[in-house]
T-cell receptor, first 114, second 113 residues
Framework: EAQVTQNPRYLITVTGKKLTVTCSQNMNHEYMSWYRQDPGLGLRQIYYSMNVEVTDKGDVPEGYKVSRKEKRNFPLILESPSPNQTSLYFC?????????????FGSGTRLTVV | GENVGLHLPTLSVQEGDNSIINCAYSNSASDYFIWYKQESGKGPQFIIDIRSNMDKRQGQRVTVLLNKTVKHLSLQIAATQPGDSAVYFCAESSMEYGNKLVFGAGTILRVKS
């Protein structure tokens, strides 16, 4: 089944404790992206990647890091989480619009930083 | 489920009626538009897309209309069903901005039985 898999689904952590949210896709997509979703603000892009070893900042990159060492994986790293990073996070993968442009989203990771 | 719908506009329709959800986009250079549906506790799910060289596209029970003159996008759902209840997002992208998807704030659709 074609899908984007995020782990974990739920995470509660303390301020300053480094964490990684994993994302993996099995559709051989070039593009991958991380979003955060907060009430009333829609989905805001954190980082995106157009291919292996190619990453770029989105609209809200502060406090986050990413890496794209392999095509299928795009982990999101919070080196020193803070309470304002409490949010619902989505990973997505897709092909460039010149091909299909279709983006597929994971099921989300609910992060709480206390 | 997650309270992603706080302060979003809400459209309430009777089961069986048609629904029209509207979206104003911001970038006149956007060349690709997508509608997503998000149910409680789930990630956004693709519904239908349209490119800027078209003004209408139809899918199964859904139609997307694009008016580039006023930068307006709409999603029409025919014979709305209770399973259509969700938050609906429009998204735009442009090659000028690296094909990055930019999402609107969303609209809550509530279907009354």
């Amino acid at each position: 089944e074609a899908q984007v898999t995020q782990n974990p689904r739920y995470l509660i952590t303390v301020t300053g404790k480094k964490l990684t949210v994993t994302c993996s896709q099995n559709m051989n997509h070039e593009y991958m992206s991380w979003y955060r979703q907060d009430p009333g603000l829609g989905l805001r892009q954190i980082y995106y990647s157009m291919n292996v070893e190619v990453t770029d900042k989105g609209d809200v990159p502060e406090g986050y890091k990413v890496s794209r060492k392999e095509k299928r994986n795009f982990p999101l790293i919070l080196e020193s989480p803070s309470p304002n990073q409490t949010s619902l996070y989505f990973c997505a993968s897709g092909s460039p619009p010149t091909k299909s442009g279709l983006w597929t989203f994971g099921s989300g990771t609910r992060l709480t930083v206390v | 489920g997650e309270n992603v719908g706080l302060h979003l506009p809400t459209l309430s329709v009777q089961e069986g009626d048609n629904s029209i959800i509207n979206c104003a986009y911001s970038n006149s250079a956007s060349d690709y538009f997508i509608w997503y549906k998000q149910e409680s506790g789930k990630g956004p799910q693709f519904i239908i897309d349209i490119r800027s060289n078209m003004d209408k596209r139809q899918g199964q029970r859904v139609t997307v209309l694009l008016n580039k003159t006023v930068k307006h996008l709409s999603l029409q759902i025919a014979a709305t069903q209770p399973g259509d209840s969700a938050v609906y997002f429009c998204a735009e992208s442009s090659m000028e901005y690296g094909n990055k998807l930019v999402f609107g704030a969303g609209t809550i659709l509530r279907v009354k039985s």
